[in-house]
């Protein structure tokens, strides 16, 4: 059985050495009185229920799966499900971040993605039902009416009801514009709902007393395409006006889809039959409402994969300091033993630390993301507002995109380290890398994701996001131009911002000759900017590295040689990332469709 232990030493290094956590969120009037020791005892606390509570449930919740009652559209989780859950929203971890108005605790979002960290690492499965309903506490607190704030957003922020967002169809998943959900308008000022969703994560289960439903349909007067999409709240069961539970809403149930992963989380199939409804924001403005959630689960998505990336990584570390297998090739490392243990072994040393590097890059990203989100949504300067909300805009792709991507390479790595035993299911391995597969596609696959970032938010303003980014990593390098001991670092870095330059261009100006050439270098583009925003901080954790490896802490030793393999081994891939790209849209389009 898989075990994990939470890696607070580097998370706290990431929050306080490498980006100051504490200092940058104090400049805001909400965190005025936040200290590194209460975010820390946090983080212990949280780790402690990761780790003791959830990650023993998640073979059992592989194994068991949801199981639904077809006559009463009831779904019931994997044992322990529901007492983790009830124990989670007891202990206060529900309201961690959400605003005191709704009973929230008001800390930081930076540590809530902390702690979410650790919950996805110890079950991502079970980590979908609570973190789902973030999203839709952000949505509604963005967007919804009064009315709708006071009814739902105390119950999301208790735990007591949790959320869920429905979007794809049977006949359109990223192409929104064709979903055929109907709301019919009511005297009353509510809509009747009629339609049907797939892939609905958390869809329906048995841990809270109500679930959140935030809707995507169309008005009877709507226009075509995705102009013409309205977002509605819709209630598992109708809330009284005192604010008990009335009757069974029209939206339920009607299949539970079987998957390749995240079995203990009921992915369901949702029939609405004159489900009732409240119009949340505008008519016809439905997707810009729902995208405060979507970009809040990319940036969830990303976080569950680091989390996978972490768990693998330590349990195939453990295995190959165990695992005996041939001698070195240079001489025996334990001759006290029949064998060396695999981890003696140049490929296993790499596998190993290629899972370590893309953790500890992801995990420095995910928390740079959060803080700059925070300060986004409540800095007092509106122009740091307004900077912050462009680095989010721009690195939310590459959260969800890169970092989902390396953890699919990480897991099958480490699944690879255990040989055969790693297609055994008690050793954990193989769950972990079909649970990490699912990220690469929902919340908008990858490929989307590469669109959006070379699209919308590179080329759409004409490269004005990522020069600020840009600008970030310029001042780095300059600070940093008379330290000898840090050109290692520097250089390449320094090197890859002006080849990102030049390639950003090049891909533009094709670009505009023809849009295909876009789609057919942004996979390839969102890589080679991953890698630079990595090799940024890779870059700045060596620094700190070098700065305290005289103390003679072994942590800032495996730091510096992390950073000096992601250097080596990882970051070179730009340059066969942007030969690729470069070839552009013709190796694509000379064969003829009938010949495929």
């Known amino acids: ?79 322990g499900f529901k007492e983790a859950y009830k124990q989670y929203t007891e202990n206060g971890w529900s309201a961690l971040s959400a605003d005191p108005e709704w009973g929230g605790q008001g800390l930081p979002l930076l540590v809530n993605q902390a702690i979410y960290e650790m919950l996805n690492s110890a079950n991502q499965a079970w980590t979908m039902y609570p973190g789902l309903s973030h999203g839709a506490h952000a949505c509604l607190e963005a967007h919804g009416s009064a009315e709708q704030k006071a009814m739902y957003l105390p119950k999301l922020t208790s735990g007591e009801w949790t959320g869920t967002m429905c979007l794809t169809e049977p006949h359109c998943g990223t192409d929104l514009g064709l979903l055929r959900t109907k709301a019919e308008p009511q005297a009353d000022g509510t809509y009747k709902l009629t339609g049907a969703k797939i892939f609905i994560s958390a869809g329906e289960h048995d841990m ?31 809330v009284n006006a005192d604010g008990s539970l009335g009757a069974r809403n029209g939206i339920y149930c009607g299949g539970l889809e079987h998957k390749m992963g995240i079995h203990g989380n009921a992915t369901a199939q949702m029939v609405l039959e004159d489900a009732v409804g409240t119009l949340v924001g505008q008519p016809h403005r439905g997707l810009p409402a729902m995208f405060v959630m979507m970009n809040g689960a990319r940036l969830g998505v990303g976080n569950q994969s680091l989390g996978l990336t972490q768990v693998a990584y330590e349990n195939a570390v453990n295995y190959a300091k165990d695992r005996v297998q041939m001698r070195a090739l240079s001489g025996p490392k334990r001759p006290d033993l029949a064998a060396d243990p695999i981890i003696v072994h140049p490929d296993v040393r790499k596998m190993l630390l ?29 122009a740091v507002r ?31 380290v255990y040989g055969g035993h790693g297609f055994i ?42 020069t600020k980014f840009g600008k970030v990593v310029g001042r780095f390098v300059k600070e940093n131009a008379d330290n000898e001991a840090m ?38 583009y969102l890589r080679v900017v991953g890698h630079m925003v990595y090799a940024y901080f890779f870059a700045r954790m060596a620094q700190i590295a070098l700065e305290k490896q005289a ?26 990332l942007m030969i690729t790209a470069k070839a552009g849209l013709k190796p694509l389009t000379e064969m003829e469709e009938a010949l495929f």
């Open 425 to 466: 299911h008690e050793w954990g391995m193989e769950q972990f890398v079909r649970d990490a597969r699912i990220n690469m596609i929902y919340e908008g696959t990858n490929t989307i994701q590469s669109l959006d970032l070379l699209g919308r938010k590179v080329l759409g303003d004409a490269g004005a996001k990522l």
């Open 208 to 238: 809270a007393d109500n679930i959140v439903h935030l809707v995507l349909a169309r008005l009877p007067d709507a226009p075509a395409g995705s102009k013409g999409i309205s977002l509605f709240a819709v209630p598992k069961f109708l």
């Open 551 to 576: 103390t003679g802490d072994a942590f800032y030793k495996a730091k510096l040689a992390t950073a000096r393999f992601y250097f080596a081994k990882l970051m070179p891939e730009v340059e066969t």
């Open 487 to 524: 050109q290692e670092f520097t250089k390449p870095l320094a090197d890859l911002g002006q080849k990102v330059q030049a390639f950003t261009m090049e891909i533009g100006m094709k670009g505009m000759q023809n849009p295909d050439e876009v789609g057919a270098a942004a996979v390839d």
């Open 354 to 382: 290629t899972a370590r590097a893309y953790a500890e890059g992801a995990r420095a990203l995910v928390y740079y993301v959060a803080i700059e989100l925070d300060k986004a949504h409540n800095h007092p300067d509106e």
């Open 386 to 416: 307004k900077e912050s909300d462009d680095i989010v805009a721009l690195l939310t792709p590459i959260v969800k995109a890169f970092i989902t991507d390396n953890a699919w390479i990480s897991t099958v790595h480490c699944q690879q």
């Open 1 to 79: 059985m898989p075990s994990y232990t939470p890696p607070l030493r580097d998370m706290q290094f990431v929050i306080h050495e490498l980006l100051g956590g504490v200092d940058e969120l104090k400049k805001i009037p909400a965190y005025g009185d936040l200290d590194a020791d209460t975010v820390n005892a946090v983080l212990e606390e949280g780790g402690k229920f990761a780790s003791e509570v959830l990650a023993p449930l998640n073979l059992v919740g592989d194994v068991e799966g949801c199981t639904l009652n077809k006559e009463t559209h009831e779904v019931t989780t994997p044992k």
